[in-house]
């Protein structure tokens, strides 16, 4: 995510998305897929590619906000093996946000990057169900 001067945000692929029904550039018995550490899923990184849905991409998003709510991402550590062993084992942990006083919008978070992949929502539109359910229990100042 890349904020310009003119305070746009664009998000940018750096060449790492696939169409999930087209050929992979990664072998199947490669042992780590192409994954940006501290934001891939541990199915993503795994190379687990039948297990690899929209449910990584929401997994990332979890992650982009908490770090966007945190100020700093969970997962990231100057030893590789410590952030997947993390990635792999422990979900985002609770946060507490200003106006979220039922920690709805915590639990949605903590939810998304969830290290479990069958404990995120099966498809984006689910998650927006979710996240549109909860808007009403915030308190904005």
Same mark, same amino acid.
């Given at each position: 995510?890349?904020?310009?001067?003119?305070?746009?945000?664009? @998000?940018? *692929? #750096?060449?790492? =998305?696939?169409?999930?029904?087209?050929? &992979?550039?990664?072998? &199947?018995?490669? $042992? #780590?897929?192409?994954?940006?550490?501290?934001?891939? &899923? &541990?199915?993503?990184?795994?190379?687990?590619?039948?297990?690899? *849905?929209?449910? =990584?991409?929401? #997994?990332?998003?979890?992650?982009?906000?908490?770090?966007? @709510?945190?100020?700093? %991402?969970?997962?990231?550590?100057?030893?590789?093996?410590?952030? @997947?062993?993390?990635?792999? %084992? /422990?979900?985002? $942990? $609770?946060?507490?946000?200003?106006?979220?006083?039922?920690?709805? @919008?915590?639990? #949605? /978070?903590?939810?998304?990057?969830?290290?479990?992949? %069958?404990?995120? $929502?099966?498809? =984006?539109?689910? =998650?927006?169900?979710?996240?549109?359910?909860?808007?009403?229990?915030?308190?904005?100042?």
């Amino acid at each position: 995510i890349i904020l310009d001067d003119d305070d746009n945000f664009w @998000l940018l *692929d #750096f060449g790492i =998305a696939r169409h999930l029904d087209l050929e &992979s550039i990664t072998k &199947s018995d490669d $042992p #780590f897929g192409l994954f940006t550490v501290g934001y891939a &899923s &541990s199915e993503q990184f795994r190379n687990y590619k039948k297990d690899i *849905d929209i449910r =990584a991409d929401l #997994f990332s998003i979890g992650v982009v906000c908490y770090e966007l @709510l945190r100020g700093q %991402n969970f997962y990231i550590d100057n030893d590789i093996f410590k952030v @997947l062993r993390k990635l792999e %084992n /422990i979900s985002l $942990p $609770p946060l507490r946000i200003e106006g979220d006083g039922q920690f709805q @919008l915590s639990t #949605f /978070i903590s939810l998304l990057g969830d290290h479990r992949r %069958n404990r995120r $929502p099966n498809t =984006a539109n689910e =998650a927006k169900i979710v996240f549109d359910t909860l808007k009403e229990t915030l308190t904005l100042n």
